[in-house]
T-cell receptor, first 113, second 114 residues
Framework: DQQVKQNSPSLSVQEGRISILNCDYT??????FLWYKKYPAEGPTFLIS?????DKNEDGRFTVFLNKSAKHLSLHIVPSQPGDSAVYFC????????????FGQGTILTVHP | GAGVSQSPRYKVAKRGQDVALRCDPI?????LFWYQQALGQGPEFLTY????????KSGLPSDRFFAERPEGSVSTLKIQRTQQEDSAVYLC????????????FGPGTRLTVT
């Protein structure tokens, strides 16, 4: 039972353009949503989060949007840079276990110069 | 300050051997989590500590997996009688009490069982 899904395994974007990464979830008990970025041979790095009571959170080039009625969130990166090339995971906290994060499968973002 | 550290970074074990993976969380972080990440997948929750108390071990795949955090700081994940399906990256994360939903990850230990 995959409670958090990232349906696009990969995304390719030109430098300077917008990258939009999507994530869908099924459990309405999730209370926080997070995005992580991962480079090869490193652990995931926290990027940005959003509470379930908000619909938008912005931090520099990164903005996360939450649509609770659609159980959908997205991460926008503007402008995209080659250094943004990595695997991006969305994660959700809550549900049956308060502490744990439930992760999606990840989306590989490639930003071309 | 220093981030989460894990050791060893790589471990090769023969099937049937026991292994112990160590995690040093960020100083002062009360919560500590272990995740298992298979190739091409997202991390999957194994277990969670608040200080020395193990509050959730629902993700441990079998009774061969055991985790401890006796003094509320360093944690060890032990896998007994390793099997090939245990091959994965084992990630440790910690979080503070205030913004407990933000978990900070270590680099992981890549375990290969041959």
């Amino acid at each position: 039972d995959q409670q958090v899904k990232q349906n696009s395994p990969s995304l390719s974007v030109q430098e300077g353009r917008i990258s939009i990464l999507n994530c869908d979830y099924t459990n309405s008990m999730f209370d926080y949503f997070l995005w992580y970025k991962k480079y090869p041979a490193e652990g995931p790095t926290f990027l940005i989060s959003i509470s379930s009571i908000k619909d938008k959170n912005e931090d520099g080039r990164f903005t996360v949007f939450l649509n609770k009625s659609a159980k959908h969130l997205s991460l926008h990166i503007v402008p995209s840079q080659p250094g943004d090339s990595a695997v991006y995971f969305c994660a959700a906290r809550g549900g049956t276990s308060y502490g744990k994060l439930t992760f999606g499968q990840g989306t590989i973002l490639t930003v071309h110069p | 300050g220093a981030g989460v550290s894990q050791s060893p970074r790589y471990k090769v074990a023969k099937r049937g051997q026991d292994v112990a993976l160590r995690c040093d969380p960020i100083s002062g972080h009360v919560s500590l989590f272990w995740y298992q990440q298979a190739l091409g997948q997202g991390p999957e929750f194994l277990t969670y500590f608040q200080n020395e108390a193990q509050l959730d071990k629902s993700g441990l795949p079998s009774d061969r997996f055991f985790a401890e955090r006796p003094e509320g700081s360093v944690s060890t994940l032990k896998i007994q009688r390793t099997q090939q399906e245990d091959s994965a990256v084992y990630l440790c994360a910690s979080s503070s009490g205030r913004r407990g939903y933000e978990q900070y990850f270590g680099p992981g230990t890549r375990l290969t069982v041959t």
